[in-house]
């Protein structure tokens, strides 16, 4: 969980304050006892000495308050992002001679921010008409070590807070499905994710339903059940008195499978009509379901038009939903549908570096940048990765490095160098043929959209380990023997149509560099 930055200065500087203060009275006292009658020869040596601590202090706090106006203007100009994985490590130690002194425990902080923002900082100083020239960043293992622990000694988590409030919520037990890890606080924010992560804040904000349904969608692992998780923690926090109640579609489903069999489907539509928040989670999953999705249906009609809030996700957009109702499609997409795009190797090192900070053992700087280029493909592996190469080093007493990461993690590395998607065979196919990734989709058979198609299926069932109904799937909701026919005929094609196996051979070059 993230610290508060000024929180953490004030507290610094109060145990600065005071170490100078009984330093000086130390020193007082000795003067004292030495030669009682000091002070009748020297009348105003104390008093100068305590003018110019007082000066030094006064000194000190106003260029803290420099730095504090610093980096809230660097902030607006680089972003949250960047601001918190560069910028906010960095803490205040001092000045000299109109130079503010930072420290920071991480050599990469230390070496990105003198490479990429020193000048900036500079500039932003000038604008600011602050009586600063310049500024030097020091690497310290251990001396910010005490200050970090004595700020999340003073600030426990605010999920210790939100877990005792679940007592007054019973559908927020984290026997319901919630984790209590997934918070907003330790949600790393990037350009992939910061439109979902704002709708989700704005959610959670408003007296009314903001955006209805909040509907979020991605790819597996990459964030979407951390942020709805989020929402119903922070809900709760906020107004412990909204019932909220967090489910997948599965589990939906299979309860209103379970009132059918009992004949007690009244009591099933109370319980779900009469919450204030409904979270669905992998809305996908009552796809072809026809029973479930005209329940679904009615209940998300009598809470829209009761004003309740309804966030739902899946790993698609509601347009692109196969086997969903139209009239259910529709109302998918009435309120704000935020798409989670793929990571960027800011955000996977943001969040390895958010990672570090809730373990003992020491992992490189150089490793985490290791991990960020290799493990690309989601969240959910890249954590995985860290903590798998986090509990070698316990158990077997090792040093993290990037030898031992790459030793220990090589089955997933390899993994991950090869791993092709349908999604990405689609796109790169249809890029080659200049076409329009929905035709992969669509019902048109023109041979201008059919063969690259056609392509397509191939090329997904030989890159990808995906059975043929799940390719189907993925081309519309195609059937199986559909696919089978398609693999069948490239195969054939390929033997006698030269040109063809040229295009199928560069596309599958294509797709290997990727």
Do not use: C
């Not at 009552?286 to 998300?300: D, L």
């Amino acid at each position: 969980m993230e610290k508060d930055f000024y929180k953490k200065e004030e507290i610094s500087q109060i145990g600065r304050e005071t170490t100078i203060q009984e330093d000086t009275k130390q020193i007082d006292n000795s003067s004292i006892s030495a030669s009682p009658h000091s002070d009748k020869h020297y009348p105003d040596k104390h008093q100068s000495d305590e003018h110019q601590s007082d000066e030094h202090q006064s000194d000190e706090h106003q260029s803290d308050e420099h730095w504090a106006q610093i980096s809230n203007h660097i902030r607006k100009e680089i972003g949250d992002t960047a601001w918190r994985n560069w910028i906010k490590p960095l803490h205040f130690a001092g000045v000299e001679s109109e130079i503010i002194q930072l420290e920071t425990t991480s050599r990469l902080v230390r070496d990105r921010v003198s490479s990429h923002y020193s000048d900036k900082l500079r500039i932003i100083a000038k604008t600011l008409s602050l009586p600063i020239s310049g500024f030097e960043i020091e690497w310290s293992e251990k001396s910010l070590i005490m200050d970090a622990n004595a700020a999340h000694t003073s600030n426990p988590p605010r999920i210790t807070k939100m877990q005792e409030s679940v007592r007054n919520n019973p559908a927020l037990s984290p026997t319901h499905g919630l984790d209590p890890r997934f918070t907003f606080s330790n949600f790393i924010v990037g350009k992939p994710n910061e439109l979902a992560f704002a709708a989700a804040r704005r959610v959670v904000e408003s007296a009314t339903a903001a955006f209805n349904p909040l509907f979020l969608y991605s790819g597996v692992g990459l964030g979407k059940t951390h942020l709805m998780h989020a929402i119903a923690w922070e809900v709760n926090a906020r107004q412990p008195s909204r019932k909220v109640m967090y489910l997948s579609a599965e589990k939906f489903m299979y309860r209103f499978i379970q009132a059918l069999r009992h004949h007690d489907t009244m009591t099933f539509k109370e319980q779900f009509r009469s919450v204030d928040v409904l979270m669905i989670d992998d809305v996908q999953f009552i796809s072809g379901k026809e029973s479930t999705q005209e329940e679904f249906f009615h209940t998300f009609n009598a809470l829209v038009d009761e004003g309740k809030q309804v966030v739902l996700s899946a790993d698609k957009s509601p347009t692109d939903l196969s086997g969903m109702e139209e009239r259910l499609r529709s109302r998918l997409g009435w309120g704000m549908v935020a798409d989670i795009h793929a990571t960027t190797y800011e955000l996977r090192l943001g969040i390895l570096i958010s990672k570090r900070d809730s373990v003992v053992v020491n992992v490189p700087d150089a490793v985490l940048e290791f991990l960020a280029h290799k493990i690309t493909s989601n969240i959910r592996e890249l954590e995985g990765a860290f903590n798998r190469i986090v509990a070698h080093a316990s158990l077997v007493g090792t040093t993290i490095t990037v030898e031992m990461a790459r030793e220990t993690l090589a089955d997933l590395i390899r993994a991950s160098s090869r791993r092709v998607t349908v999604d990405d065979i689609q796109k790169q196919v249809s890029k080659h043929f200049s076409i329009r990734t929905s035709d992969m989709f669509s019902a048109r058979r023109a041979r201008s959209i059919a063969r690259p198609r056609q392509i397509a299926m191939y090329l997904a069932k030989n890159l990808t380990t995906s059975s043929y109904p799940e390719i189907g799937r993925k081309f519309g909701g195609r059937d199986h023997t559909t696919i089978m026919h398609a693999v069948k005929k490239i195969e054939e094609l390929l033997i006698h149509d030269s040109e063809l196996s040229d295009d199928v051979e560069l596309l599958r070059s294509l797709l290997s560099d990727n």
